[in-house]
């Protein structure tokens, strides 16, 4: 268990950058553009942990030690879901679903508390937005994972994987569409991938970058890092538990093959997300909540089947 828990945990850490630097590059090339080099977040993320950490005058502790509180936040995520290894790994036991789905608020409360201590009011601005949206994608977020676990009647993530993957019909039911279509648009919200319109100046449209807008240097660095993580482990949930549950092997030496299993899955989902990104219309800001309301009314149908079918 020890090779398959430090697998998975070094996996999400350092190869979470590798799936948005080829997300750059294929949406370039989908552009006409030369694009970054798919190793660009390491470029970036090397070069800001070498440059200066400036502390805004005026900002509190939270400022300087919630980017570490993040990224060790998602780094239990790491090792209780099954974002490589289809079988339980150490830590897992801590928290189920529910307890995941709360992790992921949590790491999102951090992050705006330490935004609004900085005193920037760009910051301030990025973080009454997230704010007014977050209450729909939070709650849509733990409706899904709470009827998921109505469907097998635990909230253990693997048990539901192992469930979904060997039962076929059970993906193609209506409970099972409707709980992927809210989960999978709030992965285009959590990880900023909804095309936006944004008139006159950028930061009109700024939501989650506004977070970082007083980040510099090392904590610059960490809290982009987290970010590719929360990216790697919101995808990876969707598809190893709610769009494509199969595929992952569990024992010494099938495990290894997990990797290029899941490199295939991401190269998937990339490509689903880049046709979204590139051809749907660009949204106003204030339509997000439109957006938001309609995966939260998905997730709420998804239990009231999950209670009326199952």
């Not at 036991?93 to 920037?120: E, P, Q, T, V």
């Not at 601005?125 to 704010?131: E, F, K, V």
């Not at 990216?231 to 709610?242: D, T």
């Amino acid at each position: 268990m020890l090779g398959e828990t430090l697998s998975q945990y070094l996996f999400v850490v350092f190869l979470s950058p590798l799936f948005t630097g080829i997300f750059s590059k294929f949406k370039s090339r989908i552009e006409s553009k030369k694009g970054p080099s798919i190793f660009q977040p390491y470029y970036d993320i090397f070069k800001l942990f070498r440059k200066e950490t400036l502390i805004p005058e005026g900002s509190g502790i939270l400022f300087r030690y919630v980017p570490y509180a993040a990224f060790g936040v998602y780094s239990l995520i790491s090792l209780i879901v099954p974002v490589l290894i289809p079988v339980p790994v150490f830590f897992t036991a801590s928290a189920d679903f529910l307890g995941g789905a709360i992790l992921f608020s949590l790491a999102a409360f951090l992050k705006m508390s330490a935004a609004m201590n900085s005193g920037s009011n760009f910051s301030a601005m990025g973080t009454s937005r997230i704010i007014s949206f977050n209450f729909l994608a939070e709650g849509a977020l733990i409706t899904v994972f709470f009827g998921v676990s109505l469907i097998t009647a635990t909230n253990n993530p693997y048990t539901t994987h192992s469930f979904l993957s060997t039962n076929l019909l059970q993906n193609f039911s209506l409970v099972h569409i409707f709980s992927t279509l809210a989960f999978f648009m709030l992965f285009l919200y959590e990880t900023g991938k909804i095309p936006l319109q944004s008139e006159g100046l950028p930061e009109l449209g700024m939501i989650d970058s506004g977070l970082n807008f007083e980040y510099s240097g090392k904590l610059l660095a960490i809290n982009r890092w987290t970010s590719h993580m929360k990216q790697y482990l919101l995808g990876s949930i969707f598809l190893n538990v709610f769009f494509v549950p199969w595929g992952l092997f569990s024992t010494y030496p099938l495990f290894l093959l997990d990797f290029p299993v899941m490199f295939l899955k991401w190269m998937l989902l990339i490509f689903i997300v880049i046709v979204i990104e590139t051809t749907l219309a660009k949204l106003r800001l204030f339509k997000v909540l439109d957006y938001l309301a309609t995966a939260f009314t998905f997730s709420v149908l998804f239990l009231i089947f999950s209670e009326v079918i199952v």
